[in-house]
């Protein structure tokens, strides 16, 4: 499972949204993505969330860590640092 360990230090850059709808689409849409970035990029000290769906309810789609690439898109491209794999110490 994914976790958010530094939500913090986001700037709101999207990235992350960009690189999970890209693994799930191959196309870049925040509606294919499993993170939702709730933070705003002019204004990334004003607080906000993070989430990560693991609900297949929820209509868009589930975290699979990346199934068939070959790392975690967001942990990887994160230039924050965000994310971490549950488990893992780095
Ligand atoms: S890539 Fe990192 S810094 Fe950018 S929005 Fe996602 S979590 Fe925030
Ligand atoms: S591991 Fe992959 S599928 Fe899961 S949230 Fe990160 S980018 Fe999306």
Partial sequence: MIEV???DACTGCL???MAC???HSRMFSRSQSS???NKSLSNPEGGGQINISYDTEAGIPV???CEGE???LC???CPQ???RLKGRES
């Fill in 5 to 7: 360990e530094n939500g």
């Fill in 15 to 17: 990235i992350c949204e």
């Fill in 21 to 23: 709808s890209f693994h």
């Fill in 35 to 37: 993170i939702r970035v």
């Fill in 63 to 65: 975290c699979d860590l």
């Fill in 70 to 72: 070959e790392y975690p």
């Fill in 75 to 77: 942990i990887g491209l």
């Fill in 81 to 83: 640092n965000v994310y």
